[in-house]
Every structure is written in C-alpha cells, then in structure tokens.
C-alpha cells in the first residue's frame, strides 16, 4: 500500500476496491488512462504495487497512466483483471441486430 496512507484492514480494503470498480463503472466516459489512475489511486496502491499485482512492468502501467502508450488489450486486461473487470466490446445502438439486419 502506498505509504502516504496509513495501512488498512482487509475489510477496509475491499471497500475502497469496490468503490473503485463502481466508480469506474459509473463513467464509462472516462478513458483507459482515466480509469487506472482512479483505480489506482481510490485503492490507494503506488503504479509499482499495481504493476505487480497485474504482472506487467512498472513502466508499462506508467506509459498507459502518462498517455504514452495505450497499452494491448492483453495488458489492459490483466490490470483490470485485478479487480475482476476485463474490457469488453459493446454497441452504439439500442439495437444492434436490428441494424445489422436491416430490419
């Protein structure tokens, strides 16, 4: 945990991380490098904490966090995948067979 923070139980500790996953969820405008700073931050761990615990390299998660790199969607997901979120593909429309059919 990072050490400007006082350290926290386990319980305190999953709240703030699912403070972190709803609030991501909340605003699906944010961009990609919106939502890792957020969850880093609101789960209070440094960009090296994060890293490892989503097995990629600490440079990495800081070019996705800088806006250098957009990250592949493979390292994007095991950052995610910390808190049980991957990225996913979802339509525009209301209705995306409707439009994809014509009809």
């Known amino acids: ?20 996953i709803d609030d991501v969820l909340a605003h699906p405008e944010w961009t990609l490098q919106q939502s890792v700073r957020h969850l880093k931050r609101t789960m209070r761990l440094t960009s090296a904490e994060l890293a490892k615990m ?30 049980g979120l991957k990225l996913g593909v979802v339509s525009k429309s209301t209705s995306p067979l409707k439009d994809v059919a014509g009809g």
């Open 1 to 20: 945990m990072d050490k400007r923070y006082n350290t926290l139980s386990l319980p305190e500790q999953l709240m703030l991380r699912k403070q972190a």
């Open 54 to 83: 989503a097995g990629i390299n600490p440079k990495t998660l800081l070019d996705i966090e800088q806006g250098r790199s957009l990250g592949t969607v493979q390292t994007l997901n095991k950052v995610l995948g910390v808190l």
